[in-house]
């Protein structure tokens, strides 16, 4: 919908937007594994650039929150947003964590997680995914390290696909139907 619409990428200590190329895996995962993508309620939980949910949004889902902690980065998506009229996407200013423990349980299909890398951040938003997934819900998560399967398990999430683009390491995990 809005192919080739540039997002400026601001300059930030730690920003790091995924990579076209990641990007492009990560939808066409979710395209074999989601094909209703349309009826997908999403979560970019640490937004930054909001290239995900974006992303996700042009494709058609239903809504996307986008959450982000630094007020410059969300005045950014907002003017994106604006710009694009893009009705579906939500932006909330806050501490990811803090917020994500307010979010509605089983409101979202798709969680993007891509903090800062070494912020440690990662294994506590994970923790909180089985409580705001539907069921079979995905999260798609990027790190320097690999995401441990029997780690994954013991939340409740099994590893789906997994990839790697130099230092980034990405997974795509799905909630157990139980």
Do not use: C
Not at 7 to 28: M, Q
Not at 32 to 61: C, H, K, M, Q, Y
């Amino acid at each position: 919908m809005w192919k080739r619409t540039p997002i400026v990428v601001a300059d930030r200590a730690g920003l790091r937007p995924t990579p076209d190329r990641v990007r492009e895996t990560l939808f066409n995962w979710l395209s074999s594994l989601r094909p209703d993508i349309g009826n997908l309620r999403g979560l970019d939980l640490f937004a930054g650039t909001g290239a995900l949910g974006f992303e996700l949004a042009s494709r058609g889902a239903r809504s996307v929150l986008l959450v982000e902690q630094d007020t410059r980065l969300v005045a950014r998506l907002v003017e994106l947003r604006k710009r694009l009229g893009a009705q579906q996407i939500e932006i909330l200013t806050g501490e990811a964590l803090t917020i994500a423990a307010r979010l509605p349980p089983g409101g979202f299909d798709i969680v993007f997680l891509d903090p800062p890398f070494g912020s440690g951040v990662l294994s506590a938003a994970l923790e909180r995914m089985p409580a705001l997934l539907a069921p079979l819900g995905l999260v798609y998560a990027e790190s320097d390290a690999s995401i441990e399967p029997g780690r994954a398990g013991e939340l409740g999430l099994t590893v789906v696909r997994t990839g790697r683009a130099g230092k980034v390491r990405f997974h795509l995990l799905q909630k157990d139907a139980s």
